[in-house]
């Protein structure tokens, strides 16, 4: 069947809802959220079951159409974002937006791929529970794309990352079979398990339809403190002394350097510096109490920052008085993608290396690199407890910024991988691979990852029409780099 033959098909199928090739109804959907990838999609298709998802890759596969899965966008790798052909169809699960039930005894919740990660809070907390993963993206971020992103965020320092808060998954392989599996089962052990091997795969070997996920009891309370150090080892030590007093309780432990807050206070309205002092490096942490033998945060805190402070690892330091200061104290940390933005160009590096290595990259590299590129300048700033740190390098002043990117941005990317790759760590934490880091990770994978990730993609979607370009490097793809 041609393309087009199968597009009025899918247009028959999907109906007025479900279907639209009008540019202007695509147009924002064909941009990455960094707007810095664009492309064309032949359509967009939206299903609102899971039968429909089922029969759309079913005419897509007799004929060869390339789906691009998208939830709200919000990636930051171009996963969702199509190719420059406008051969392949844009195919959202935002319509399925359901939360079909909620188990509060087993702490489970069963939704559908197009549930936004907010709702999904509002929805549990109804039932004093919680969703335990968070981030900037919250408002659009679904569930998934988080799935398929094996997303991050600020709670996985406790609670994992998407991939230990999947419980059970439902998907359409790239034949249109529907992969059901959404009762977990505490034991299971029939070989290979699709499940994790969907978690993470950016769309390249299925479409996810539904999840459950786990949950947590509801916070009885929370700290949310702000403390000043003077360096990123000084954060590493405070960190090795709150894993140490609080095992139970420590939720988020979040670092920045001086000039992000700046940039937050300069671009965000209503935020302010919780100590109103220039101290060169910031920590956010969060202690959590969800049941009733574990101390009172706010107490426990205030006495193990008193006691740092003494020690001369922390300079100064505030806990937040009510839950509006937590917000306040978040709402900066989650702001500083958006103030970085508005500061000028920059290369985002989202990358990991062993927890315990991570301040020494960023106190011996961020120099060396501000040396080797004259002008430009470091932001470190992330998720310390994780090991995994956004590390961006800025601009020189008044540069071109396409022409920027397109050259000293390739090399510089190139130079940050390698050294991440010196010490054995990873060029993509928590974002994914998507189109934007396809060539780096051809170049830099281990030959045996490599080889299985082509082998897995190639037995599942043998006529490539799952996402097509983003994940899996094709021999072309790491020459290119
Ligand atoms: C301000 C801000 C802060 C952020 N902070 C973080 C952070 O701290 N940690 C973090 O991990 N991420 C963060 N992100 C990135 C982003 O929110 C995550 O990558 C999120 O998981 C993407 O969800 P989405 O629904 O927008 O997916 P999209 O962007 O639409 O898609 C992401 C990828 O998943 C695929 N996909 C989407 N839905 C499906 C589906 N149903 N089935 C199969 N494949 C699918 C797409 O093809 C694409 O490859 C942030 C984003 C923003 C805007």
Not at 175 to 186: A, H, I, Q
Not at 222 to 234: E, K
Request: charged fraction near 20%; aromatic fraction near 6%.
């Amino acid at each position: 069947m041609s393309h087009n033959e199968t597009l009025k098909q899918l247009q028959q199928l999907l109906g007025p809802k479900g279907f639209s090739a009008d540019p202007a109804e695509l147009a924002p959907w064909t941009t990455d959220w960094r707007g810095r990838y664009s492309g064309k999609a032949a359509a967009l298709l939206s299903p609102a079951s899971t039968e429909e998802v089922a029969a759309i890759v079913k005419l897509a596969s007799t004929s060869g159409l390339a789906l691009v899965p998208q939830g709200g966008n919000s990636g930051m790798v171009a996963g969702a974002t199509p190719d420059a052909s406008g051969t392949s169809c844009l195919l959202s699960l935002r319509r399925m937006n359901q939360i079909e039930k909620i188990d509060p005894a087993a702490r489970l919740v069963q939704c559908g791929a197009g549930v936004i990660l907010q709702n999904l809070h509002e929805a549990v907390a109804a039932h004093d529970l919680r969703f335990p993963l968070t981030l900037g993206g919250k408002g659009s971020a679904t569930i998934g794309g988080l799935v398929s992103t094996n997303a991050g965020g600020t709670q996985v320092l406790r609670h994992g990352t998407m991939r230990a808060l999947v419980a059970g998954l439902q998907a359409v392989l790239p034949d249109g079979s529907v992969f059901n599996e959404l009762t977990p089962l505490k034991k299971d052990n029939r070989g290979y398990d699709l499940k994790h091997l969907l978690i993470g795969a950016e769309g390249t070997i299925g479409i996810v339809t539904k999840a459950t996920l786990h949950l947590v009891p509801a916070l009885i309370e929370r700290s949310v403190a702000w403390a000043a150090v003077d360096s990123p080892t000084a954060a590493y030590q405070l960190l090795l002394a709150a894993n140490a007093a609080f095992p139970s309780m420590l939720e988020g432990f979040e670092i920045l350097p001086d000039t992000a807050l700046r940039h937050v206070l300069k671009h965000i309205p209503g935020t302010r510096d919780p100590l109103e002092t220039g101290y060169a490096w910031h920590v956010v942490m969060e202690l959590a109490k969800d049941s009733a033998d574990q101390e009172p945060p706010s107490n426990a805190a205030e006495q193990f920052l008193g006691k740092m402070l003494e020690k001369g690892l922390v300079r100064d330091a505030v806990v937040a008085a009510s839950e509006a200061q937590a917000e306040a104290f978040w709402k900066i940390r989650d702001s500083i993608a958006e103030a970085e933005r508005a500061e000028g160009p920059a290369l985002q590096h989202d990358i990991s290396v062993p927890v315990d290595a991570m301040a020494r990259f960023i106190e011996r590299e961020s120099p060396k690199f501000e040396a080797r590129y004259p002008g430009t300048s470091i932001i470190a700033f992330g998720h310390l407890g994780d090991g995994n740190i956004h590390f961006h390098v800025k601009a020189p002043k008044g540069i071109a910024a396409d022409a920027w990117y397109a050259d000293d941005g390739l090399r510089i990317s190139a130079d940050v991988y390698d050294r991440v790759t010196e010490y054995s760590g990873s060029i993509s934490a928590e974002h994914g691979i998507g189109k934007a880091k396809l060539a780096e990770f051809g170049r830099l994978s281990d030959p045996a990852r490599l080889w299985a990730l082509r082998a897995i993609k190639s037995a599942l979607d043998p006529q490539g029409i799952m996402n097509p370009g983003k994940l899996v490097p094709l021999a072309s793809d790491s020459a290119a780099a």
